[in-house]
Every structure is written in structure tokens, then in C-alpha cells.
């Protein structure tokens, strides 16, 4: 009898107000501790892929504007460059809103692709950048957004791929027509190839 005469004098001497204590006082009750409930895994594999193919393209572009022969190839390179920054940051938010880290540079095997791309010059860089990078890595990026329009659970994430899909089809147009200009071209020099 004793040991519950002493938890009932205890539990007089707590305020009411801390047992009531909700985020209106700033003392946290349980449900304003937990976190929103974490996405579907298949909708944050989507958001570290699209972040790690737009990180590619800015890498890829910012080496065909320096290297690239053809005009053609420079200008695409910028537009990629600036569009994927703008879609990367946009990308970046979105994950951050959702708790999701996304990578911050782009997957071994497309730092491979970089690394031979960078090696190459003349008619033989541009040709590589307007297959591997223009049209290789739209048309998967294309496959992957489609996807994520049909099959993500997160609204805001569906959303993200649904308006980000035209500017990729767009994209995949321009990279087709720059695949067939410097395919024409042959084999061009590098500028600074003494026999040109």
C-alpha cells in the first residue's frame, strides 16, 4: 500500500501542464517527434538516379563546351549544362523535402564514361559526346522519368518527373539531329592538331 500511496503523492506534485505538454509549449509529444513517413523505396532509387544522370550531364557538357569542334556540339553542350543545373537544384530540394541524401556526383560507371569521354579529341570527342551523352544518356533518362510518371507513390515525386518529361523528349530530339550532323562531319581535327 505504501508504494502506491508514494506514486500518487509523486504524481501530484507534476504539474498538469507537462502531461499536457504538446508542440503548442514546445515540449514534444510523440507524434510531433517522428518524422513524415519515409517514401517508397522505388521513388527514392528514382531521385538518386535522376540526380546522378544530371550530374553526368553537367560533367559531360562542361567538357564538350572546352573540347567540342563543332559549333553545334558546343551549343548543345551549354543548354545541357544550364538546364541540368536548373533541374538538378529543383531535384535537390525536392530530395531534401523528402529526407532523401542524394548523391553528390554522378555513378562510377558514369565517371568511366566522362574520363573516356575527356580523352578523346576532334571529330572522335564529338561524335562520343553526341552518342554516349546526347543521345545514350536522354534516351535512358527518358525511359527513366516515363517510368517514374506511371510508377511513382509520392505525388510531389510524379510531379517532378511529369514536368520535368517534355524538356527530356526535347532534349532527345536535339541529340538525335547533333548525332546526325557530326556523324557527317568524318573524322574533323582537333584545333590544336598540327595537321588539320
Do not use: C
Request: proline residues 5%; charged residues 25%.
Amino acid at each position: 500500500m505504501k508504494p502506491l500511496l508514494a506514486s500518487l503523492a509523486l504524481a501530484a506534485l507534476v504539474p498538469w501542464t507537462a502531461l499536457a505538454a504538446g508542440p503548442a509549449s514546445g515540449v514534444p509529444t510523440a507524434a510531433s517527434a517522428t518524422q513524415a513517413p519515409a517514401i517508397a523505396p522505388g521513388d527514392a532509387d528514382f531521385l538518386k538516379a535522376a540526380a546522378e544522370a544530371g550530374r553526368t550531364e553537367v560533367e559531360a557538357g562542361k567538357i564538350a563546351v572546352e573540347k567540342g569542334v563543332n559549333t553545334q556540339v558546343k551549343g548543345f553542350a551549354q543548354q545541357m549544362v544550364d538546364d541540368h543545373t536548373k533541374a538538378n537544384d529543383e531535384l535537390d530540394k525536392l530530395a531534401l523535402a523528402k529526407g532523401v541524401t542524394l548523391p553528390a556526383e554522378p555513378s562510377l560507371a558514369q565517371k568511366t564514361k566522362v574520363k573516356l569521354l575527356s580523352g578523346r579529341d576532334g571529330g572522335g570527342f564529338d561524335r562520343r559526346y553526341a552518342d554516349t551523352f546526347a543521345v545514350g544518356a536522354h534516351r535512358d533518362a527518358l525511359r527513366m522519368f516515363q517510368n517514374a510518371t506511371k510508377k511513382a507513390a509520392d505525388p510531389d515525386i510524379k510531379a517532378y518527373a511529369v514536368k520535368m518529361l517534355p524538356t527530356l523528349e526535347h532534349h532527345f530530339e536535339m541529340a538525335k539531329e547533333l548525332k546526325g550532323v557530326v556523324d557527317k562531319e568524318g573524322n574533323v581535327k582537333a584545333a590544336t592538331d598540327r595537321k588539320q
